[in-house]
């Protein structure tokens, strides 16, 4: 079975620019989760979806930043314009079923703004 | 406000001898607590879970053990190896979400 895979691994990006980040979770889970890890700091929370309807988007710093899961299965977070505190590496999880609270993370997107 | 805390950034072990990785939360509205292990350049890899009406959980050479009138837990590996060496993350499960902790760098010398 494939894990959760993330696209790219790494992007650079100047101040300004729009940057859109790609999450394919494993085949069949609903549960789809964006984090983000700023300066070796812990793992922060920015959103959930439940198939393709946003369940909590508690988490999102501010409007540049934009999630979508059309169809239910992959997730593209886009971030426009982006700002230098964006930087960051970008994760993506994904759960089903009666385990649910176990999330399995993806490799990750490191982003740099310059 | 951190919900979850690992209050040591690192820790070093000799191979074979018992790994204790500690955390602290402040919520108990959490239903599920979490430890992944990250090696660098890779994505949190899930290790084990506990329920908040269990207080001991093992697979293999883990276990974490659930403290809740202290609002504790603690990871342990036994026998530490050096393919151990990784941070390891404390999560706890709220509303749905995951809420970590710093991190704590274990390091098992050979």
Same mark, same amino acid.
């Given at each position: 079975?494939a894990g959760v895979t993330?696209?790219?691994?790494?992007?650079v990006?100047? &101040?300004g620019?729009t940057?859109?980040?790609r999450?394919d979770?494993i085949s069949?889970h609903?549960?789809?989760?964006?984090?983000?890890?700023?300066?070796?700091?812990e793992? &922060?929370f920015?959103?959930?979806?439940?198939?393709?309807s946003?369940?909590?988007?508690?988490?999102?710093p501010?409007?540049? =930043?934009l999630a979508?899961?059309t169809?239910g299965t992959?997730s593209?977070?886009?971030?426009q314009?982006?700002?230098l505190?964006?930087s960051?590496?970008?994760?993506c999880?994904?759960?089903?079923?009666?385990?649910g609270y176990?999330?399995?993370f993806?490799?990750?997107?490191?982003?740099?703004?310059t | 406000d951190?919900?979850?805390?690992?209050?040591s950034?690192?820790?070093?072990?000799?191979?074979?001898?018992?790994s204790?990785?500690n955390c602290d939360?402040t919520?108990?509205? =959490? !239903?599920y607590?979490?430890?992944?292990?990250k090696y660098?350049a890779?994505?949190?890899?899930?290790l084990?879970?506990?329920?908040?009406?269990? !207080?001991?959980?093992?697979d293999?050479? =883990?276990?974490v053990?659930l403290?809740?009138s202290?609002k504790h837990l603690s990871?342990h590996?036994v026998p530490?190896?050096?393919g151990d060496s990784?941070v390891?993350f404390?999560?706890a499960?709220?509303?749905?979400k995951l809420?970590?902790?710093?991190?704590t760098?274990l390091?098992? &010398?050979?």
């Open positions: 079975e993330q696209f790219p691994s790494h992007s990006i100047e &101040k620019q940057v859109t980040l999450c979770p069949g609903d549960n789809l989760y964006w984090y983000r890890r700023v300066m070796g700091k793992i &922060k920015l959103l959930h979806f439940v198939k393709e946003k369940q909590d988007e508690s988490g999102m501010n409007n540049r =930043f979508e899961r169809g992959y593209t977070l886009k971030v314009p982006a700002e505190e964006d960051g590496v970008y994760f999880a994904s759960s089903q079923g009666a385990r176990e999330q399995y993806g490799p990750g997107t490191r982003l740099t703004v | 951190q919900q979850v805390k690992q209050n950034p690192s820790l070093s072990v000799q191979e074979g001898r018992i204790i990785l939360y919520n108990s509205m =959490f !239903d607590f979490l430890w992944y292990k660098p890779e994505g949190p890899t899930f084990i879970s506990i329920s908040s009406i269990k !207080d001991k959980n093992e293999g050479r =883990f276990t053990f403290n809740k202290a990871l590996i530490s190896q050096p990784a390891y404390c999560a499960r709220g509303w749905g809420i970590f902790g710093q991190g760098e390091s098992v &010398k050979p």
